[in-house]
């Protein structure tokens, strides 16, 4: 490896505060499949793993008092892809990333899926070169603020945005929402849908984007839903279309 290749990944090291020992390991979570042979994936199970293990950890010793299914609706949360897309760009991690021709040019730098994925990877190489302390010591930098900025009044839900959003028109005799896939990008193993979530009854609309188009109605639902939340009930009854 020459210099010129060692100077980003020096960057990165000192952002995160730690000096890999094994710098081909650094290398590796940086690259996607579509560069070669040596890349993040199996370094990305593994950070999957720790990144939960250390995120329960934390939440455990914070809210004491919340019972399993509480921790676990929490760490899903945090764990989710929005917000490993939001780590990686606090680390511009985009800047690192090693990305077959094609990829590049689709924009695979700047997508969520793959942004999501190299910070597990990363946490994955961290985990192998300096055991589980310095795995979690860079996992806690990301997410500690994160952890404590969580306000149990907004608790997540057992049910998910869809089933939520329903639930809710349904109780007011409401026409139910409609769902309508505004755009679909990049390739086929790795799109990124864009889907609009319309609510009739009171004009009121939530935009969402995911790696499936189940995860962007998700979203949708989920915006949409915290519009309607304070709001009265229609004084109409249900349509009859």
Not at 39 to 47: A, I, K, S, T, V
Not at 193 to 208: I, K, N, Q, T, Y
Request: hydrophobic letters at 40%; glycine letters at 8%; charged letters at 25%.
């Amino acid at each position: 490896m020459n210099a010129s290749a060692l100077s980003p990944l020096a960057d990165l090291e000192s952002q995160i505060q730690y000096r890999f020992k094994d710098r081909s390991l650094l290398e590796q979570a940086m690259t996607h499949r579509s560069y070669g042979r040596s890349h993040y994936e199996r370094l990305e199970f593994l950070g999957d793993a720790i990144l939960n293990a250390v995120v329960a950890d934390g939440l455990y010793q914070v809210f004491p008092e919340l019972p399993e299914g509480d921790l676990s609706r929490l760490r899903a949360n945090l764990v989710c892809q929005e917000q490993l897309v939001s780590v990686a760009e606090d680390l511009g991690l985009s800047r690192y990333l090693r990305l077959g021709e094609g990829e590049l040019k689709s924009g695979g730098q700047n997508r969520p899926s793959i942004l999501a994925d190299t910070v597990e990877s990363l946490y994955g190489a961290l985990w192998r070169d300096g055991g589980f302390a310095a795995a979690q010591q860079v996992i806690l930098m990301g997410f500690t603020a994160r952890i404590a900025a969580i306000d149990l009044k907004r608790l997540p839900s057992a049910k998910d945005a869809k089933t939520r959003l329903q639930e809710w028109l349904q109780a007011r005799r409401c026409d139910l929402p409609t769902y309508d896939v505004l755009n679909i990008s990049g390739a086929a193993h790795a799109q990124t849908f864009d889907v609009l979530c319309h609510v009739p009854a009171f004009s009121v609309e939530g935009r969402g984007t995911g790696v499936t188009r189940r995860a962007a109605e998700q979203q949708a639902a989920e915006l949409a839903f915290q519009q309607l939340e304070s709001l009265p009930a229609p004084t109409g009854k249900k349509s009859s279309a």
